[in-house]
C-alpha cells in the first residue's frame, strides 16, 4: 500500500475512533514534523510545546482533510501556520515583557546532524539560519523537504509567484554570501539535485 493510501487509512480509522490509528499517523509523521520545527524556530526548548500544538490542530481539522489530496502537503501547512502562530505569541510576550533576555536552549535530540548532511556544508547550514524567516520557510520546505514550488504555495497559501520570488531571493542572498568567501560550494541548486 502507498504510504499516501496508509496515511487516508489512517486519517479514517483516527476519524472513526480509533487511538491506535492516529498513533500510527504520528509515528509516520514526527520525525518530519519535528524537523522542520527544530530548523525554523530559534528557541529550541519551545519545540516540543510546538509540535504538541501541531498534533492537537492535526487532530482537531482531520474532519477537514481532503482525501483527494496528499497528507504530507495538508500537514505541513498545518505546520507552518502553528510555527507562524508560535511566533506571533512569542513577539508579543517579548513586547509585552519589554523584550526580556531571551536564553537560547537546545533540545535532548538534535537534529542538525541529518540537516547538515542533507544541506551538505555547516556554512551554507549558518547561511541559511540567517535568513529571514520567510525566506528560511521555502528553502525549508523546498530544498530539505522536497516539496515542489507548486506544493509549497498550497502549504503556506500564498501565490506561488511569491514562493518563487522568496525562492530567488534565498538564494541571491546564499549566493553573495558564498561571493564574500563564507563557504564554498557549486551553485545551490545542486545541493537539491544531490
Known amino acids: 500500500m502507498a504510504k499516501d493510501d496508509r496515511m487516508t487509512v489512517l486519517v479514517a480509522e483516527t476519524l472513526a475512533g480509533s487511538r491506535e490509528a492516529y498513533r500510527e499517523l504520528y509515528d509516520?509523521?514526527?520525525h518530519t514534523v519535528y524537523r522542520s520545527v527544530h530548523f525554523l524556530l530559534e528557541e529550541k526548548a519551545d519545540a516540543?510545546?510546538?509540535v504538541q500544538?501541531?498534533?492537537i490542530q492535526v487532530y482537531r481539522s482531520l474532519g477537514q482533510f481532503d482525501v483527494n489530496r496528499s497528507f504530507q502537503p495538508w500537514l505541513m501547512g498545518i505546520v507552518m501556520r502553528q510555527i507562524r502562530a508560535y511566533r506571533r505569541k512569542r513577539w508579543?510576550?517579548?513586547r509585552i515583557t519589554s523584550r526580556a533576555e531571551r536564553l537560547e536552549y537546545y533540545?535532548?535530540?538534535d537534529f542538525s546532524e541529518e540537516i547538515v548532511d542533507k544541506v551538505a556544508n555547516h556554512a551554507l547550514l549558518h547561511a541559511?539560519?540567517?535568513l529571514s524567516f520567510?525566506?528560511?520557510q521555502v528553502i525549508v520546505l523546498h530544498y530539505l523537504h522536497e516539496?515542489?514550488?507548486e506544493e509549497i504555495s498550497n502549504i503556506l497559501e500564498i501565490p506561488l509567484g511569491t514562493v518563487k520570488s522568496r525562492i530567488h531571493a534565498a538564494l541571491q542572498k546564499l549566493r553573495s554570501k558564498e561571493r564574500e568567501g563564507h563557504f564554498l560550494i557549486g551553485k545551490v541548486e545542486k545541493i537539491h539535485e544531490a
Open 134 to 136: 520567510k525566506l528560511k
Open 128 to 130: 541559511v539560519q540567517q
Open 92 to 94: 508579543m510576550r517579548l
Open 107 to 109: 533540545t535532548a535530540y
Open 53 to 55: 500544538e501541531i498534533y
Open 48 to 50: 516540543d510545546d510546538v
Open 28 to 30: 509516520y509523521t514526527i
Open 147 to 149: 516539496y515542489s514550488q
